[in-house]
């Protein structure tokens, strides 16, 4: 039997379970990452975004959304991309349910956008790879506090090859309505020293819009491919907007997990610099 609703999962862990606490924490991250932020920035077409607990890497998210606040009153559909790390899947799984809940209320899918994605061979219904995947669900409260009467495409990418993915996230590519959302840490449990070095050489890769990446680099390393050759195409500007690990946000320096937020926007004067400076050093505590 179809469910409806796909219920939160990680309420409590990940993320504050309780709604007030939940909302506030929202308001909390992207209140301190929205200082100093120009005025009128335009909303980035995508972003990448780590799905670690928000203590962990709601700090360093929050960059991001901070970014998409802009396109509020305009976004209408969100194609959100995270790896599995439960359920193994070939190709890449599109959710049984026809909404996700969390403590902040429950959010459509595109039910036409499904559809659409369902006409590539690679891309089949799977529940269970829905089911208790942490990498989508972390990124909703935070679309919910930055954005207005949207709807979500979610896809979990297991083995994929990137033009694989990046086939479904150009059918889907829409217009300015449309904003895509990467879901990824980087390295994990390494020592704090070991794990800058390793980050920083995946965010410049990130940054040449580079297609290859392993996992040791990224966990989502197979959504971040296939949307690197669609920003390659459609001319994209890479910005690194934070670069951080657990060791930074949560003090425990021993063996830390990587964290990044970046944005892709227009390339200005007919470019697409990649744009790093003020991030790549990660703040010490």
Known sequence: MQTAVRPAAVAGMFYPGARETLASAVRTHLAEASSGLPAG???????????????YSGPVAAHAYCRLAAGRGTVRRVVLLGPVHRVPVRGLAVPAAR????????????????????????????EAAHAVEHSLEVQLPFLQTVLEDFAIVPLAVGDAEAEEVAQVIEALW????????????????????????????????ILALDSALDHGQACGAMPINGFALCAHRHRLAPELLDLRNSGDTAGDKSRVVGYAAFAFGKAERGTAEPRAEAAMEPADD
Do not use: C, M, N
Request: net charge negative; no cysteine; charged share 15%.
């Open 174 to 205: 829409g217009g300015p309505e449309t904003i895509v959302v990467v879901s990824s840490d980087l390295s994990h449990y390494h020592p704090y020293a070991v794990a800058q070095t390793i980050d920083r050489a995946t965010a410049t890769a």
């Open 99 to 126: 909404a996700f809940a969390t403590p902040l209320g429950s959010i459509p899918l595109d039910a036409a956008a499904v559809a659409r994605a369902l006409e590539f061979p690679q891309v089949r219904v799977s």
């Open 41 to 55: 920035v335009e909303w980035p077409k995508a972003v990448i975004v780590p799905h670690a607990g928000y203590i």
